[in-house]
């Protein structure tokens, strides 16, 4: 008989909560010893009960079951100083008592490894029975489970045809999944878990977790009477689940009260034999819910619970990036213009690691935009093979279409994000809010885009990334999180206060300080434990790296930066064009645009958010790099010598050449040969 208090014949020597117990238990566990043992020394069945009751009194306080260090031994398989170790270190959760020598510790037996639970179980069985809900709710739901199934008698004997012996092992095990709550789940996320992996409601997990503790496992082993013969005809029950469903599919719900009057009307003309109101109810709770379901939300709705499961795990890092755009709940202040917005930005996430590839943020979202976040990411983590993008506006525009063009030079490819979830059979699939579970399939590219964007705004991958990265932000402690709410008139005027608020006490953030949190919470994000990798993002890319042979490919700066910069036309004037009201021209004689006629039309390059990037196109494919014509000034005297100096130089390179081409020729013109005959009395004159 294992116990943590030791006791003698009527006298206890220890007690916990540093010796002061509980009176009344104290004397109960008494009597229990005294009582429970006979002669030779083993506890009786008989008071086995006054021993357990006196145990769970005397352990109240503290709803916990506590060892000493000898029996902690013997269950774990570790040394007695191993034992004091973990009691100090605080590995095990310990208290001390007064016992034979002094303090003592005493070892909760929760605290215990589900294993070493299971152990005490074995061998306190009796003991362990008879727990209260208090106690036995502190263990493990290894060690709960184990104590309800010897509880059971699964030797009993269904007689006759009145009592049916029925336990329901895999409601009472989800009971006890639900009860142990792992370290890091709340507990109402984590029955909402257990009821969705469990194919159930909440409310229906809820209910069965108060029966277990109302009743314990008598609540799952409950003696059911067989009804003899029905009061209702099978035609009337039919009909009845017929009119209910209906009324739910034409009316969008249905009163009971009103289908079972249409029912008995029914009944009387067809002489059906029916039952009671009551028991009508009865019935509505046994009609199939699936029924019920597609009667409400028809097929979407059965979609949304025969779903299968996509994973994107036989991917490479950054085989498959996917891009949208996003604009955030937060609310910004440019004070320079005194103009409150909201940021937009435009991010790419890797399908496999879940890494954000690259990411940019603007006050205004333009189809640069994604050129500039996926520089970002082929600068920082190589080429990717396949981007995948909504088809907006932005994505759609001849920038993108040209940057596609150029990219198929590297391998890379891009398409419209539909295709990603294109199925063998040329279908589309729709993704419900879990990520990977796909609940319908549609036919059509448009189709897919209608439903995936207004009716289910999480039919996408990356959307559901938007909202982690929304709280991620908020963790941080951003302000001005205001979301244009589509609820009840109070929740609005409760957000225009707060925003005006904010905007009063001059405690927004500037453009320039939500950018700086938002490349901080892509950090957090990278870092992060990701649900379905079961690792952080970081850590799926170096498990590629490490065991999959993973490498990144990268593009010479130059090329990158030449292919995914703005574009636009310009006009060559003197060998010198215009870019966002600054003159460019190129490095020097020979990579310039001076060979050029005035009026030539160009394709320049340039990066809008850093102007010393840019280049130009000449006409027969020629890409030279431009730099910002300098300006001199009337008080540098130094700068306007060096820029003399350089235009000398430019006018002798012009000067040589020519003479270089011309030296060889010979005169082309062929002048007058007659002289002028000069008389004396001219000359005399």
Known sequence: MALSLTVKRGVMKSQINDGIGEKEGCNLLAEGYNQGYNQNGKVTTENQAILTKGYNQNHAQNDDIYLTRKEVEEFLGITLQAVLKGCKEGKYKAIKVNGNGGKQYRIALSSLPPDAQLKWIQKNQETAKLLSEHIKERLSSQAQWEIEKMKVDKGGNCEGQITVCKIDYERMELVQKALSVPQGYKKGKWKRKCAVEAGITYQTLCGDIKGYKEQGSQYFNKERKQKGTTAWDPEALLYMQG?????????????????????????????????????????????????????????????????????????????????????????????????????????????????????????????????????????????????????????????????????????????????????????????????????ETVDTPEVWHRYARPYNAKAKLIERFFGSFERILLDLGVPGHIRELKGTSEEKALSDRRLKNLIKENKLLTPEEFILKAIEGVGVYSNRRHSALGRTPMEELLYAVKNEGFKPVYMPEHELDFVLLKREERTVNRGRIWIEKKLYEGLNLECGLWDLADGTRVEVRYDPYDFEKAFAVKPGGEAITLRKVPESSMKDNELVTELMKWKKEMMEKVREHYKKLTAPVPGVIEYSSQKIVRSQKTEDR
């Open 243 to 439: 009119v209910y469903l209906k009324a739910i599919r034409e009316a969008g719900d249905a009163s009971k009260r009103f289908v079972y009057q249409a029912v008995a009307s029914k009944a009387e003309k067809e002489s059906w034999k029916i039952g009671s109101e009551s028991s009508a109810y009865e019935h509505f709770t046994r009609l199939n819910p699936l029924l019920e379901k597609y009667a409400r939300g028809g097929s979407r709705a059965l979609d949304n619970i025969f779903y299968i499961i996509r994973q994107y795990k036989d991917l490479a890092p950054f085989e498959c990036i996917v891009g949208d755009q996003h604009r955030f709940d937060f609310w910004v202040h440019d004070r320079e213009i005194d103009k409150i917005f909201r940021m937009e930005g435009y991010f790419w996430l890797d399908l496999r690691t879940r890494n954000i590839y690259g990411c940019s943020l603007a006050d205004r979202y333009n189809s640069y935009m994604i050129g500039l976040s996926m520089r970002m990411g082929i600068g920082h983590f190589g080429k990717f093979q396949k981007a995948y993008t909504d088809n907006g506006k932005p994505e759609t525009s001849r920038f993108f279409n040209l940057v596609g063009n150029d990219l198929q030079a590297y391998g890379i490819q891009s398409k419209d994000i539909v295709e990603l979830y294109r199925t063998k059979d040329n279908k589309y699939a729709i993704e419900g809010e879990d990520e990977g579970k796909i609940i």
